[in-house]
């Protein structure tokens, strides 16, 4: 029967493996920012819209926000409420999806 292996010697393994799947998770998590919404959230167009970039009611809010773009699939209309997707580095960017039905 072998013996087991030395304390030191585990120990050493264990610490280089858990440093290389530190490495792979922050690697792969990289590009998340805490308190940055991944999700695609609700938004309502501002009432007073006319043209171009409309601003919106992000997830409730009670604070005009924008403008924002949009996709070229969607026509932004007054009051539509619409999904956005949070995009770039800030949590006040995003892009309009579409309208909810």
Known sequence: MPYPVPLEKRHAQTMQSLQQRVARLEARTASIDSGFPLAA???????????????????GSTTLTGPYQHLAAYTPAAGDSVVVLPVGGSSQSYIILGKLT
């Open 41 to 59: 959230l609700p938004a309502v167009i501002d009432s007073g819209y006319s043209s171009g970039d409309p601003k919106a009611y992000v997830n």
